[in-house]
């Protein structure tokens, strides 16, 4: 993701390995904490023959696509910083 946005911002090659780094980093902080972080419950119902089975959540219920898309705004939010600081040294 990070070699993309290097592309798209048209940085280089250099940082690369902060990007993975600082991505691998947002993606394990956001896992975790989804899980931590309490949310409203979340009752799931279902009917099992005849029986009635009910689970309720705490925690939020898609862990993996809130901690991609930390991931994603950190490391793009880098690289802009990273690109406008890039175009005010080089004037």
């Not at 946005?5 to 691998?24: M, S």
């Not at 993606?27 to 899980?35: E, K, Q, T, V, Y």
Request: glycine fraction near 8%; proline fraction near 3%; aromatic fraction near 12%.
């Amino acid at each position: 993701m990070g070699a993309c946005l290097r592309f798209l911002f048209r940085t280089g090659r250099e940082g690369l390995f902060w990007n993975a780094l600082e991505g691998a980093i947002a993606f394990l902080g956001a896992l975790f904490a989804s899980d931590l972080i309490p949310t409203a419950p979340n009752t799931v119902t279902r009917h099992v023959g005849r029986e009635v089975i009910r689970t309720t959540a705490r925690h939020y219920q898609h862990p993996y696509f809130a901690a991609f898309a930390a991931t994603l705004a950190l490391v793009t939010l880098h690289e802009g910083f990273r690109a406008v600081r890039k175009a005010r040294t080089s004037k």
